[in-house]
């Protein structure tokens, strides 16, 4: 399994969990939905891991700067507060909104739509 199908899968489980009212841990699948999709675009850093914070401003950097596809800034802004959104509604005792849930859903949902075009362009599925 390759990263964009794990992405796959990641998605297909925050949606399922979001279905069922399970908020936080359909936002913190739809997170890792979006990792594996960076990952997959931008490949592994060039010595340990992906500090996750900067796995989603190099994600931002490269989507711009290859021009594969257009970000809003409200999707810019929602990509650099994802890894703190995720992390509160693993560890903290706060239950995240259906709303916040929803729009992270759209955002991954285009952005894994993207990628995948883009890989199927250029034979990387």
Request: no cysteine; aromatic share 12%.
């Amino acid at each position: 399994m390759d990263y964009l199908q794990k992405a796959r899968k990641q998605f297909e489980a925050g949606v399922i969990l979001f279905e069922r009212g399970y908020y936080n841990d359909a936002l913190s699948r739809l997170y890792y939905a979006l990792r594996s999709t960076a990952v997959f675009l931008l490949g592994k850093p060039d010595s340990g891991k992906w500090k996750h914070p900067a796995l989603m401003r190099k994600f931002v950097v490269e989507v711009d700067g290859k021009g594969l596809f257009e970000l809003s800034r409200e999707e810019r802004h929602l990509i650099k507060r994802f890894p703190n959104e995720r992390e509160k509604a693993d560890y903290d005792p706060v239950e995240v909104s259906r709303e916040k849930v929803q729009r992270y859903i759209q955002l991954v949902e285009r952005i894994l739509r993207e990628v995948i075009a883009y890989a199927e362009r250029n034979n990387q599925d």
